[in-house]
């Protein structure tokens, strides 16, 4: 018996199954494109870097989400998710893919100005990134259905504008490279999701904005903001 009972993390939808995808861990990827790197004043990094986000912060597409409180600079970042479906520990580039249960479209939204004052102190950037109704995701398809990555478009448009528009390829560090390096240090387990990092064109939204986030061959994801509590 449990003092509380605590809300459900959401399973992530999945294309042409009855059941989700239920969520155990995010990971994400810092600076995995060279360009967004650049536009943010940093160097491109020699080595992937990680942060997490608690699954209790995970919402699915569709929601509206009220602006979040401590930050006047909320900044979108459209990214390609990676889904486990068996374990990965100290593997090989080549043999990552077999276990990537599938792809879906996902938005790393980001308190910028509290990011920049942790970045200045040399502090850890929860504060920044882990909050809540950040990580947000959209139905998810298998692996084996979308086929090889490669030169897929992804984008995110800000009410019907286009802000953000790249491909895959563009990473710096590749889904298997990314898999290998991260399960030097993890147990890597079915219900990790891997946030791969964004492409150039980040930037702020206010309080009424419509997001929508795509990725070549998968289901778009969307989020809606409302005014601040």
Request: proline share 8%.
């Amino acid at each position: 018996m449990s003092l509380f009972d605590l809300p459900a993390v959401p399973d992530v939808p999945v294309a042409g199954e009855t059941e989700g995808y239920p969520v155990r861990r995010i990971f994400c990827v810092g600076r995995n494109y060279a360009a967004h790197a650049a536009e943010m004043g940093n160097a491109v990094p020699e080595v992937p870097f990680y942060f997490t986000k608690s699954p209790a912060h995970m919402i699915l597409t569709g929601e509206t989400i009220p602006y979040p409180p401590g930050t006047e600079n909320f900044h979108y970042e459209i990214e390609l998710v990676v889904a486990l479906g068996a374990p990965l520990f100290k593997a090989r580039p080549e043999e990552t893919m077999a276990a990537v249960y599938g792809y879906a479209t996902g938005l790393d939204m980001t308190r910028r100005d509290l990011q920049a004052i942790s970045k200045k102190g040399g502090l850890p950037w929860d504060i920044a990134k882990d909050v809540e109704n950040t990580a947000v995701v959209g139905p998810m398809t298998r692996a084996s259905d979308f086929g090889p990555l490669g030169t897929q478009s992804i984008s995110l448009s800000v009410d019907g504008e286009t802000r953000q528009s790249s491909t895959l390829d563009k990473m710096l560090n590749d889904v298997p490279a990314l898999l290998s390096h991260l399960s030097g240090y993890y147990h890597l387990q079915p219900g990790d999701l891997i946030f791969t990092g964004t492409p150039e064109g980040v930037g702020a939204v206010t309080a009424g904005a419509v997001l929508r986030g795509e990725v070549e061959g998968l289901a778009p994801v969307e989020l809606t903001l409302s005014e601040a509590e």
